[in-house]
C-alpha cells in the first residue's frame, strides 16, 4: 500500500515539487493548502515485496504529480489502495486508472 503524507507548510521555508519543480515558499503553500488548491506529500510504499522505483519513495511531489504517479502505477493491473496522513489523520483512497476526476 502507498501512504502519501501531506507536508506541513511549517516544515521547510520552500517546498519544490521533485517530479514538475512545481516550487512555493512557505507563506504561498500554507495559503494553499487552506483553499486546498495545493498540496505537497511524501510518498512511500509499506509492505513487502518493495519495486524499485524512480519516483518511489518522493519526499516532496505535488498533488498533480502524485496522482499521475499513481495512475500510471495502478495502469493495467487492479485498484490500487493509498493512505493519506492528513495532520495526524488517516483517509484511505482507491485509484482507479479508468477514472479520470483526480482524488484531489
Ligand atoms: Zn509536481
Known amino acids: 500500500m502507498f501512504i502519501a503524507t501531506v507536508i506541513s507548510p511549517t516544515e521547510r521555508e ?45 519526499d516532496c511531489l505535488c498533488h498533480g504529480c502524485l496522482y499521475d504517479i499513481l495512475a500510471r502505477e495502478a495502469k493495467g493491473g487492479k485498484e490500487l489502495k493509498i493512505k493519506f496522513l492528513y495532520f495526524g489523520k488517516e483517509r484511505y483512497g482507491i485509484i482507479d486508472p479508468d477514472d479520470e476526476s483526480g482524488f484531489y
Request: proline share 7%; aromatic share 14%.
Open 14 to 58: 520552500e517546498f519544490t515539487c521533485s517530479f514538475c519543480d512545481l516550487a512555493y515558499p512557505t507563506e504561498h503553500y500554507q495559503i494553499l493548502l487552506h483553499n486546498k488548491k495545493l498540496a505537497y506529500f511524501r510518498l512511500e510504499e509499506s509492505g513487502l515485496p518493495q519495486k524499485a522505483r524512480e519516483d518511489i519513495p518522493s
